[in-house]
């Protein structure tokens, strides 16, 4: 059974930083795609950031860039996104999600909220 479980969601300040892990176990993540998704409180899903088990090819959406960091550390499963310089408007609860072609498998979020 697959199981992604995220951590390091919290509360921070406008300004600030969080970094957010995504723990993987269950099977071998060489050839997947882990990317990272939010949520905010009546929207819907969308994505943020991804990178392929390389490490080699990182993509990012336009509110993401310059602000946040997605990196993978292949050897304890696990990836990370460093988020910079948070807004407000970055509150949400945020997932981790692995798949090849699509995204098949997904965790159960961590709430990440920024005061303004």
């Known amino acids: 059974q ?5 951590s390091g969601g919290g509360l921070v ?3 600030g930083s969080l970094r957010l892990s995504c723990a993987a176990s269950g099977r071998t993540f060489s ?3 882990m990317g990272w998704f939010r949520q905010a409180p009546g929207k819907a899903r969308e994505f ?3 990178i392929d088990r390389n490490g ?3 993509s990012y959406s336009d509110s993401a860039k310059g602000r946040f960091t997605i990196s993978g550390d292949n050897a304890k499963n696990t ?3 460093q988020m910079n310089s948070l807004k407000p408007e ?3 609860v945020y997932y981790c999600a692995a798949g090849i072609r699509s995204y098949n498998y997904w965790g159960q979020g961590t709430q990440v909220s920024v005061s303004s």
């Open 48 to 50: 943020v950031a991804s």
């Open 90 to 92: 970055d509150t949400a």
């Open 13 to 15: 300040q406008a300004g």
């Open 2 to 6: 697959v199981q992604l479980v995220e």
């Open 79 to 81: 990836v990370y996104l």
């Open 56 to 58: 080699s090819s990182a």
């Open 31 to 33: 050839n997947y795609v």
